[in-house]
C-alpha cells in the first residue's frame, strides 16, 4: 500500500499530461493553393452587387473554427479599402454533401480589402466566436459585397489540382445559387483547431480526482508537522 501512495501522485499527474496533452496546434481544412495566374495574369470572381461567391468544405472530425484567409485583388486600380462581408455559413442540406449555402451564418466579417489593382494578397480573418465544425458535415464560406461593378473586390481563383466546390449567384440570373465543381476556385486557406474526443476527457476526469486527494493530503501533512 505504501508503494501504491508513493505512485498515486505522480501517475495522477502522468494520466492529467496526457489526456490533456491532445494537439494544440490548428489543422488546415482547406487550401486551394496559391493563386494560379495565366496567360493574361491572375484571374477571379468579382464580388459586387451583382454576384456573390463561395466555396465548400467539409470536416473530417469536430473543429473549433480559428481562421479563414482569402485571396483578394481588386478592380479599383487608385485605392485600397474596397469592402465586402464574409461570412461562415452551414449547407442546406446539413450533411456531407454540398447543397447550397443554407443562409445560416455561424460567424461573419465585414472586411476593406487592402489591395489595389491585380496584385493578389492574402488577407485573414480571424474568428472571435470559434464556432464547433461538425466531421462530415458540409459548411461555406461565402463573399458578398454591396460595391459596384468596376471598383469591386475580386476574389482571387487559385489552385490547379482537385475539384473543389463553389458557388455564386449572378443576381442578373436569379438569386438561387449555382452550385459546381472546380479545380480553379476561389482561393481560400481555412485553419482550425481539433476538439478532444470524449475518451480523452474522460481520462482527465478520471485523473483529476487522484491529483486533488494527494493535494489534499500533502496540505494536512504540512499542517500537521507545522
Avoid at 120 to 149: D, F, K, M, Q, R
Amino acid at each position: 500500500m505504501a508503494i501504491v501512495k508513493h505512485w498515486q501522485a505522480p501517475l495522477a499527474s502522468v494520466l492529467c499530461a496526457l489526456s490533456l496533452a491532445q494537439p494544440v496546434s490548428a489543422d488546415t481544412l482547406l487550401d486551394t493553393g496559391t493563386p494560379g495566374g495565366g496567360f493574361f495574369g491572375y484571374y477571379g470572381f468579382d464580388v459586387f452587387v451583382g454576384q456573390s461567391v463561395a466555396i465548400a468544405f467539409t470536416p473530417s472530425q469536430n473543429y473549433s473554427f480559428d481562421n479563414v484567409s482569402l485571396w483578394l485583388m481588386s478592380n479599383d486600380f487608385d485605392n485600397p479599402g474596397r469592402q465586402l462581408s464574409i461570412s461562415l455559413q452551414t449547407d442546406a442540406g446539413g450533411g456531407a454533401t454540398p447543397v447550397a449555402p443554407s443562409g445560416s451564418v455561424l460567424e461573419s466579417w465585414l472586411h476593406s480589402t487592402s489591395a489595389v489593382g491585380w496584385t493578389p494578397v492574402l488577407e485573414t480573418l480571424n474568428s472571435v466566436l470559434h464556432p464547433t465544425l461538425l466531421a462530415g458535415t458540409t459548411y461555406w464560406i461565402v463573399a458578398e459585397s454591396s460595391e459596384p461593378a468596376f471598383v469591386d473586390p475580386v476574389w482571387v481563383a487559385a489552385g490547379n489540382g482537385p475539384a473543389y466546390t463553389m458557388a455564386n449567384i449572378d443576381f442578373a440570373s436569379g438569386t438561387a445559387w449555382q452550385v459546381g465543381q472546380t479545380s480553379g476556385p476561389p482561393g481560400a486557406l481555412i485553419s482550425a483547431t481539433p476538439v478532444p474526443e470524449p475518451a480523452a476527457l474522460g481520462l482527465a476526469l478520471l485523473g483529476l480526482p487522484l491529483v486533488l486527494g494527494a493535494a489534499t493530503r500533502r496540505r494536512r501533512q504540512a499542517a500537521q508537522a507545522a
